[in-house]
Each structure stands twice: as C-alpha cells, then as structure tokens.
C-alpha cells in the first residue's frame, strides 16, 4: 500500500506570497498518477492537477505540479484570498485504488 | 453540467443498516467508473469503494470489506452503497465521486457531489 505523507501540516502565508506544498509517497507512483485537491469548509474537495502536473478545467494557471517517483509539489504561485483552504494530495491506480495524504492546511498569516 | 447528487445519510444505531445512493445527471453515466470517499468529521478523505462503468470490476478499502457493498444502475444513472454492520468508526460525510471511463481506466476523481453525513451513535 503506497502511504502519502504532506508537508507541512499547516503553512502560514500571506496573499500574494508563493506557496510550495510537498507530497511524498512511501514507494514510486505509477505513471505519475498523483493528484491534487482543494477543499473550503463546508464543500467537497475540488480537483485541482491531475497525472502530477496537468490542471484540471477551469483551474487557474497560478496553481502547478510538479514531480514523479515519489516526490510531487503543489506550488500557488501568488496566494489569492480564495486559495486559503485545506490542500490534499492523492494517488490513483495503485491497491488500494486511491489513497490520500492527509492534508496541508494554508492558512493566512 | 455534471452533477452528483448523495442521499440517504442519517443516525443509525452500532450495528444498524443504512444504503446511500448517487444520483448522477449530465454526463454518460455508464461511461465512466464511480467512487465513494468519506470524510469523518474534522478528518481527512478516505477512499471506500470503486465500482466500473459495467459493475464488473469493484474495489473496497479494508475498513469497509465484508459491511459495505457498492453497486451502480446503468438505467437510472445512480449509485449505491449498502452499509451493513456500522461501527461509531463509519461517521463520516460519505461522498461521490466520479473515477476514469473503458478507455481511460485509471483516473483521478474529478467531479464530486457535496455529501451526505452518516452518524453511526447509540
């Protein structure tokens, strides 16, 4: 079972600022199949990058991903206020079928 | 527009019964493979089950094997999870979520609906 550890646990930024988040994963993930989430309280998460770096329709282009094996990024190039939310990571296509890290939380400075 | 649509959450007691289902509008239903994944309350998601475009293909976590039976109707582009055996472990906002299609089987979830929250509790 792949294990996907998010870094940091919580990150402190102000609009405007860049934000890098880290996902590492306990073995290779196949073919890239790593992804990324936002989720606002109250609301389902919402796809953000898909196959590790491809953004998903209608994600703007301040948002990017990055990385393969076992290492993967999600940087937000310059914080909007909408962006403070809670950001998850996700693997695809290994057992178990899908696996989450457990979320790194961006919040305003 | 493709909507997801969650329903029949609710309190059940340890032990009890309950079966959720998906309604799915503005997109092939058929064409593509579909998910749950929940969220216990100030937790993150869990993946629980996958079923394919024809059902011939299903997937459980470990948690949920041998409670939990996903299963999908073509006809009525909906989704279904029976939940047998609840335990205070299963509260959680229980979500679908929308997986890869025949020719593209292995996918990220890219559309969800906004949940239903199931309250296992004496």
């Known amino acids: 079972e792949i294990v996907l550890t998010q870094s940091p646990g919580t990150l402190s930024l102000s609009p405007g600022e860049r934000a890098t988040l880290s996902c590492r994963a306990s073995q290779s993930v196949s073919s890239s199949y790593l992804a990324w989430y936002q989720q606002k309280p109250g609301q389902a998460p919402r796809l953000l990058i898909y196959g590790a770096s491809s953004r998903a329709t209608g994600i703007p282009d301040r948002f990017s991903g990055s990385g393969s094996g076992t290492d993967f990024t999600l940087t937000i190039s310059r914080l909007e206020p909408e962006d403070f939310a809670v950001y998850y990571c996700?693997?695809?296509?290994?057992?178990?079928?899908?696996?989450f890290g457990q979320g790194t939380k961006l919040e305003i400075k | 527009e493709v909507q997801l649509v969650e329903s029949g959450g609710g309190l059940v007691q340890p032990g009890g019964s309950l079966r959720l289902s998906c309604a799915a509008s503005g997109f092939t239903f058929s064409s593509y493979s579909m998910n749950w994944v929940r969220q216990a309350p100030g937790k993150g998601l869990e993946w629980v089950s996958y079923?394919?475009?024809?059902?011939?293909?299903?997937y459980y976590a470990d948690s949920v094997k041998g409670r939990f039976t996903i299963s999908r109707d073509n006809a009525k582009n909906s989704l279904y999870l029976q939940m047998n055996s609840l335990r205070d472990e299963d509260t959680a906002v229980y979500y679908c979520a929308r997986g890869g299609t025949i020719v593209v089987v292995v996918a990220a979830t890219d559309y969800w609906g906004q949940g239903t929250l199931v309250t296992v509790s004496s």
């Open positions: 079923i394919s475009s024809s059902s011939s293909t299903i």
């Open positions: 996700q693997q695809y296509g290994s057992s178990p079928w899908y696996t």
